[in-house]
């Protein structure tokens, strides 16, 4: 149904040397100026600057025009969302009316849609250098109740790695929440979905390339029973729990009044407030809430670019960090950024963060929230950082455009020259991308047809 299936590049030599990068960051402060060696899938050893691996190596990939970091690593995103960019009706409005806006045209979506869509976006974040993607799933409508099994699909074929999200709306206007009640689905369907998606394509462990997280919208969408239960079905499979929180004003009105809480009381209230949770935007948490969150372990995707489209507010990353949150990079919805991409929005972590906490926030940390934080966000210690026995999930830049021209320090430039492209990314010892591009990837067809979608889907047609 689909014409651009890639053929898979040929797999890695057993052992390749990337050998004497331009710069590395390794994110956990590791020498690998000499580069790293792959092997099996793994980075089997860092070289040290001026170093030579230990064993031979069959083949060598001379990186001495590539910066080298982990690959990028994205923990919120809505890829049916790249259908409704820059849609006029909401390019200028805040969170609920967006929504609100949006909910019809979205209650439309079809499988072809959305296959469409997970393709355009996945496509976006591998060029863009991320390896790894989390997206919220949370429409259902009637004819799309396996989205996730779509979205599994291309995943597989695109090669990359994912955690899917089998999200939930359960709270409908009429009930007192914001979607229609087209877009909504009733309890027992969700859980018994919800347990057949995480049975069917859940990989525990290291090296996994796709694993479902369950993840009810948001406390405007669902009901505390969905909340709850989703809760014990996620312990009981031992899957991630995710859900957008704290992130409007509006949205903590809304959970006073119908709760009679603050944001972080109702995820404690719904037996959300542990190390199994990580939470999109988490933006307005007073100071004892963020203790709390650190003390539970619970993770913040950070979502800079969409909380300044939609103005929703700054998250206060470095003080969620300094109390033990983890936190990772999301790109969110394209109908929220609108662009899907991972070392953009580290630049635009970089520059929200100085603007809250002074110039002093360091290049490494921003790279650090979209590598490590972000790894750590999804719960993989196999991925997020060069060192030995990890995942070998590469992204490479080349600083040979224009808008590097005259810069000095190579991996300062990546963010503040702006790159917006990787030249190589590799995953699980694969390269996915090669001189800028995804080979076997039609990249003007598959646009042409999620264009035509995206007019249809919102003509109603
Ligand atoms: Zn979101």
Known sequence: MNASTHALTDPAPSRLWIKDPLAVFTANGLDARGGLVVADGRISELVPAGGAP?????????????????????????FYQT???????????????WLKNLYPVWARLTPEDLELAVE????????????????????????????????VAVVRRMGMRATLTRGSMSLGEDDGGLPPRSTVQRAD??????????????????????????????????TTEIMAESAALAERHDVRLHTH?????????????????????YLESVGWLGDRTWLGHGIHFDGAEIARLGAAGTAVAHCPTSNMRLASGTARVLELEDAGVPVGLGV???????????????????????????????????????????????????????????????ALFTLDELRFSGSHDPLAALLLCGADRADRVMVGGRWRVVD????????????????AAARRLVAGA
């Not at 690959?71 to 919120?76: Q, R, Y």
């Not at 259908?83 to 009316?97: E, K, Q, S």
């Not at 069917?200 to 669902?222: K, M, N, R, T």
């Not at 800028?436 to 264009?451: E, F, K, Q, T, Y």
């Open 332 to 394: 969110d919805g394209s109908a929220s950024n609108d662009a899907s991409n991972m070392i953009l929005e580290a630049r635009q972590a970089l520059y929200l963060q100085r603007l809250r906490y002074g110039a002093q926030v360091p290049v490494e940390r921003a790279l650090g929230w979209a590598t490590r934080g972000s790894a750590a966000a999804l719960g993989r210690s196999d991925l997020g950082q060069l060192a030995p026995g990890l995942q070998a999930d590469l």
């Open 54 to 78: 230990a064993q031979p190596c069959q083949e060598v990939f001379d990186a001495g025009r590539h910066v080298l970091l982990p690959g990028l690593v994205n923990t919120h995103h809505h």
């Open 436 to 451: 800028g591009a995804i080979p076997g990837l039609d990249v003007p067809a598959l646009a042409a047809r999620h264009s």
């Open 83 to 97: 259908l409704t960019r820059a849609w006029a009706p909401v390019a200028d409005a805040p969170l609920f009316p």
């Open 189 to 222: 369907a969700i859980l018994a979905d919800s347990e057949r998606v995480i049975r069917a394509y859940h990989e525990p462990g290291d090296g996994a390339l796709v694993q479902i997280a369950l993840a009810p919208c948001s406390p405007f969408s669902v």
């Open 245 to 265: 929180l704290a992130e409007t004003l509006d949205e903590e009105e809304f959970c006073r009044q119908r709760f009679g809480l603050r944001t972080v009381d």
């Open 120 to 151: 355009v976006a996945l496509a976006e974040l591998l060029l863009s250098g991320c390896t790894t993607a989390a997206d919220h799933h949370y429409l259902f409508p009637a004819g799309l109740q396996e989205a996730i099994d779509v979205e």
